[in-house]
């Protein structure tokens, strides 16, 4: 069964204090893993994908890396703005369009 | 451009009620999805439309309908309100193979 799990469940940061956000994945045949940002009361903000192992992607203050089984969301000294809950998702090759989420990472950095 | 527009923003319904959430896009997306949200959980997929008069079940489908006449809207019906189905509704849509999804604001749904 195809299956996402985030860790840790929140994460507390002081402003500028750098760390990692996990993403394990279980699916057959990954066709793309995609990160997003979810501010309170809002709805999901696109990130990133990233579609093979070994492959980056970098914006601002974040970026994503890509395992066989896991992606990682490094955060390079947050700022409070970067406070929010950050989600990922895998696409299986083969399941068309349907996309299956993590539970997400609540983030807040503390001035 | 507003993008993804759901509405209401926010509902409370009685057990056994009926009701319709809108979702409407003016980017001419294709693809077009409702999920709910429930605390500690991943967003779930409850139906998809890849395009006009197309609609197919997502992971969690059962309470709920949908329908595409249009490009533009994806109405969610939910046919007898449950409290089970108390939950934050999101719209989303894309454009064929874009991995880039672009979900609305939220509908907060309380069934009592």
């Known amino acids: 069964e195809d299956q996402v799990t985030q860790s840790p469940e929140a994460l507390r940061l002081q402003e500028g204090e750098s760390s990692s956000l996990n993403c394990s994945y279980t699916v057959s045949g990954l066709r793309g893993l995609f990160w997003y940002r979810q501010d309170p009361g809002k709805g999901p903000e696109f990130l990133f994908t990233l579609y093979s192992a070994g492959e980056e992607k970098e914006k601002e203050r974040l970026k994503a890396t890509l395992t066989k089984k896991e992606s990682f969301l490094h955060i390079t000294a947050p700022k409070p703005e970067d406070s929010a809950t950050y989600l990922c998702a895998v696409q299986a090759r083969g399941g068309g369009f349907k996309t299956i989420f993590g539970a997400g990472t609540r983030l807040f950095v503390k001035a | 451009n507003a993008g993804v527009t759901q509405t209401p923003k926010f509902q409370v319904l009685k057990t056994g009620q009926s009701m319709t959430l809108q979702c409407a896009q003016d980017m001419n997306h294709e693809y077009m999805s409702w999920y709910r949200q429930d605390p500690g959980m991943g967003l779930r997929l409850i139906h998809y439309s890849v395009g006009a008069g197309i609609t197919d079940q997502g992971e969690v489908p059962n309470g709920y309908n949908v329908s595409r006449s249009t490009t533009e809207d994806f109405p969610l019906r939910l046919l007898s309100a449950a409290p089970s189905q108390t939950s934050v509704y999101f719209c989303?849509?894309?454009?064929?193979?874009?991995?880039?999804?672009?979900f609305g604001q939220g509908t907060r749904l309380t069934v009592v």
């Open positions: 989303a849509t894309k454009q064929g193979a874009s991995p880039e999804a672009f």
